[in-house]
């Protein structure tokens, strides 16, 4: 497969609102299921353990015409909400039968509360990740919070796995996780061969389509990569910060590279990524799964960080084991985890003589010349002087 089929493929799902490709999977699979889930992070083997697709939903971008969304919610919140009710209120959404969302803050609680009184008959459940990485304390709670949601999953798809069937669905996330690393490993190493456009693409066309499917995609993508590489440009390697939520539309992503940003290390999509390492596949599975979260979660805005002073060397180390030359702090606006994170991770960076930027964006942004102007003069300016 070529470079271009590939994207070609990645950027048909990515634009597709109405989920086309998890419809032909139910349609190809009588009596399966889907389960949608939010930013930032769900344990996905367990629905692929249940026999169900796991399903990424990350709004409509600068796609969708908001109209039902807006009665829902008060201006002064983020657009993924009112984006996301968008979604389901026009039926876009009305092959799944069970939602998930992840405990990221305070307005994604109050959706998943709306989307009980809503839509009564699906399985919905807040999620909520350990905050306390005391090993033992953290386990255990994680623990049992993933055996009510694997309960309530069974019970949904009509199917209760084994410890072998969870132990495989480890195996095959495990294989993804691999297949992620090498690929963020590639856009570091060499951005021009792996522009961020391009893994972004992947990235949002894995959350919708079978991980077997994703897993083989990616392998393709880097054999492709090597066999047509891009062209070395004079950038700035950039570090992009606070978009773990709710993501930018794809022309900002666009407009960084081609403003003189090679970005070398994001936190997009950051739940492909949020185990760090591999899962053991010994042993009890769930113990295995929430020993994995303890252990080898990343660092992130919506996971208490516990080190003193941690905020602020955190991206001191991102920008070290990146290799990158400054920090572009790019979130969404009224994102309450990220803008509240942002003055300790600056002045951190800062501290550290780390060149910083921000602004803040929504996933329907239309207009990028701000955008273009700021990480232009960025670029050029770590070019002349560098972190002075």
Not at 126 to 147: I, K
Not at 219 to 239: C, L, Q, T
Not at 269 to 282: C, E, H, K, M, P
Request: proline residues 5%; negative net charge.
């Amino acid at each position: 497969m070529t470079r271009a089929s590939i994207i070609d493929w990645a950027r048909t799902l990515f634009e597709d609102l109405d989920f086309g490709s998890v419809r032909r999977w139910l349609a190809e699979n009588p009596g399966r299921k889907a389960a949608g889930y939010l930013p930032v992070y769900i344990p996905r083997e367990i629905p692929h353990a249940c026999g169900m697709l796991p399903v990424g939903i990350h709004g409509g971008g600068d796609h969708l015409e908001i109209i039902k969304g807006d009665a829902f919610y008060q201006s002064y919140i983020c657009h993924l909400p009112r984006s996301v009710i968008e979604l389901a209120q026009s039926g876009r959404l009305d092959m799944l039968s069970a939602v998930l969302f992840p405990s990221t803050c305070d307005v994604i609680r109050n959706l998943s509360g709306m989307w009980q009184m809503l839509y009564p008959d699906l399985y919905v459940r807040y999620v909520d990740v350990p905050q306390v990485l005391d090993h033992e304390v953290g386990t255990a709670f994680w623990r049992e919070e993933m055996h009510s949601i694997l309960c309530g999953l069974a019970e949904v798809s009509g199917h209760m796995p084994s410890d072998d069937d969870l132990r495989q669905s480890i195996s095959i996330y495990n294989q993804a996780r691999s297949e992620i690393r090498a690929l963020y490993a590639m856009r570091r190493d060499e951005p021009w061969n792996v522009p961020t456009e391009e893994l972004y693409l992947l990235m949002r066309a894995g959350e919708v389509v079978p991980v077997e499917q994703f897993i083989e995609m990616s392998r393709a993508y880097r054999k492709a990569a090597v066999e047509e590489p891009g062209r070395m440009r004079d950038n700035s390697r950039v570090v992009v910060n606070g978009s773990f939520c709710e993501q930018p539309p794809l022309g900002l992503i666009k407009t960084i590279e081609r403003a003189g940003c090679y970005i070398v290390d994001d936190d997009l999509l950051l739940g492909n990524r949020f185990l760090t390492d591999d899962v053991a596949l010994d042993g009890d599975p769930l113990d295995a799964l929430a020993s994995a979260f303890i252990e080898h979660s990343c660092k992130s805005s919506v996971i208490y960080e516990c080190r003193q002073d941690g905020k602020k060397k955190l991206l001191a180390e991102k920008v070290e084991q990146a290799k990158a030359d400054g920090v572009i702090f790019a979130a969404p606006s009224f994102c309450d985890p990220a803008l509240l994170d942002r003055p300790m991770l600056r002045k951190g960076a800062e501290a550290s003589g780390i060149p910083c930027i921000a602004f803040k964006y929504a996933e329907n942004s239309g207009q990028f010349q701000q955008f273009r102007e700021q990480a232009g003069t960025f670029a050029d300016s770590i070019k002349l002087w560098g972190g002075q």
